[in-house]
């Protein structure tokens, strides 16, 4: 008998769990950088990039099917706000270096491993593992494109959204033209980074969602426009969810085999 009941609770609670986890890959709660940074989530959930990936802006605020297969109601999730967006990346920037710099690395890896590196990935049509960019000048190259703000907070209309753009990798050597990839030597001489085998640097730039008090432009993405390896930055509040049936269920299961051992 004591089996049985056991049995039964170890099933009550694997069903418990999966009561809990139906979102996972979405980002929420208190997260920190390998470097120790404190991620700034602001008490939202995100949802990751690869989830909307080749949706234009029009596609989703009608309400969409996400590349997993969930469907989310018209109002369901939100763009982030160019202050929203402006304080999480504001979190993982180096604080030194608007551009690629060392100082940037720690955060622009924590950002690509957690809402995905969506440029290389699906270029190369690899999976994340594998869709870092290599070439005599890099080793591991990840870069993701994604588009955020409200109203006209980067365009004249509200047509355009604002793009933002992270990107991390190593370098190999001090040649710093590759195969898709900007001619660099300008943009790291000035963050006193030296190219050189084995040095890791991160990107971050005013112009694509950072706030270094330089300017307030950002580079903008019109709306009605779908891109394979460009994500839309999505948030919503987040909810304590009411216990479900199979919670309460797995919590009585659970008692009730407590009372067994006991007798």
């Not at 700034?40 to 234009?56: I, K």
Request: net charge negative.
């Amino acid at each position: 008998m004591r089996v049985k009941f056991l049995n039964s609770a170890l099933i009550s609670i694997s069903l418990l769990g999966a009561s809990f986890t139906a979102n996972a890959g979405l980002i929420s709660g208190d997260h920190t950088t390998a470097g120790g940074k404190t991620v700034a989530l602001q008490g939202l959930e995100w949802m990751s990039l690869d989830h909307t990936a080749g949706l234009s802006r029009d596609d989703i605020e009608d309400g969409f099917t996400d590349n997993y297969g969930t469907t989310w109601a018209a109002g369901e999730w939100e763009y982030a706000t160019r202050e929203q967006t402006e304080t999480l990346l504001g979190s993982l920037w180096g604080g030194v270096y608007s551009g690629w710099s060392s100082d940037n690395h720690d955060g622009a890896s924590w950002f690509i491993t957690n809402f995905g590196g969506l440029f290389w990935d699906t270029w190369s049509g690899t999976t994340r593992t594998d869709g870092k960019f290599n070439s005599d000048v890099w080793a591991n190259l990840d870069r993701t494109f994604f588009i955020f703000g409200a109203g006209t907070e980067c365009g004249a209309t509200t047509d355009y959204s604002c793009r933002g753009d992270v990107r991390a990798g190593k370098l190999l050597d001090g040649d710093m033209v590759a195969t898709h990839v900007v001619t660099l030597a300008t943009e790291i001489s000035t963050t006193g980074v030296t190219p050189g085998a084995g040095v890791e640097v991160g990107y971050f730039d005013e112009w694509n969602g950072i706030d270094a008090g330089y300017d307030s432009w950002n580079s903008t993405f019109p709306n009605n426009l779908a891109f394979f390896h460009t994500g839309s930055l999505l948030v919503r509040a987040v909810n304590v969810p009411e216990p479900s049936t199979i919670a309460i269920f797995a919590l009585g299961m659970i008692g009730l085999a407590s009372r067994r051992f006991k007798k």
